[in-house]
């Protein structure tokens, strides 16, 4: 079993729908939350990063966490065509070491 | 304030053949970490430099190397070059070793290919 699961989609949705995007994991260790996007031929950009539980949110970008669940999501409003990407969770824990989640590629059509 | 910058954008090398990718850190960030993404695996963690020293090594064979200089580039070599080491190749930096308050900003990558 991965430390991170992570639905790889593709998840196809009309512009202005809400985006719903979720990781589970397995180890508890974990502290550190992150949830980031990537363009095709580009590096993955930092989205959101949180290191508790519960909400957080930037413009259109709510993260949420759950440690009791060992469960966290990335809602997206209003999603634009321009949201098109593959959108990759990524949490830490005592290690610092990076562990990311497989990816899930949004398409967001007109 | 400048992203992290990599060096080539691209690569294609011949098996057998050893290969040095660079990476420069935003400007104040001391902390540098290598990963290998490919579409079966995903990101996989190689290493990760703090202060010129190894912090974090990954599962990967010792064909895959790193350095960190005192201005914090970092260089990765991977030697005798197999045809699986097609990959992009990502380097990612932060303030400190720590991810509290610090998560990692990435640069676009080394597409290397293998032939």
């Known amino acids: 079993q991965k430390e991170v699961e992570q639905d790889p989609g593709p998840l196809s949705v009309p512009e202005g729908a809400i985006v719903s995007l979720n990781c589970t994991y397995s180890?508890?260790?974990?502290?550190?939350f992150m949830w980031y996007r990537q363009y095709s031929r580009k590096g993955p950009e930092l989205l959101m990063y949180?290191?508790?539980?519960g909400n957080k949110e930037d413009g259109r970008f709510t993260a949420q966490v759950d440690k009791s669940s060992k469960y966290i999501s990335l809602f997206i409003r209003d999603s634009q065509p321009s949201d098109s990407a593959t959108y990759l969770c990524?949490?830490?824990?005592?290690?610092?070491?990076?562990?990311f989640g497989t990816g899930t590629r949004l398409q967001v059509f007109p | 304030k400048a992203g992290v910058t990599q060096t080539p954008r691209y690569l294609i090398k011949t098996r057998g053949q050893q290969v040095t990718l660079s990476c420069s850190p935003i400007?104040?960030?001391?902390?540098v970490s290598w990963y290998q993404q490919t579409p079966g695996q995903g990101l996989q963690f190689l290493f990760e430099?703090?202060?010129?020293?190894?912090?974090n090594k990954g599962n990967f064979p010792g064909r895959f190397s790193g350095r960190q200089f005192s201005n914090s580039r970092s260089e990765m070599n991977v030697s005798t070059l197999e045809l699986g080491d097609s990959a992009l190749y990502l380097c990612?930096?932060?303030?400190?070793?720590?991810?509290?308050?610090?998560?990692?900003?990435f640069g676009n990558g080394t597409r290397l290919t293998v032939t």
């Open positions: 990612a930096s932060r303030v400190g070793p720590s991810s509290y308050n610090s998560p990692l900003h």
């Open positions: 180890n508890s260790a974990f502290q550190y």
């Open positions: 949180t290191y508790s539980s």
């Open positions: 990524a949490m830490s824990g005592s290690t610092d070491k990076l562990i």
């Open positions: 400007s104040g960030h001391r902390s």
């Open positions: 430099y703090f202060s010129e020293t190894q912090r």
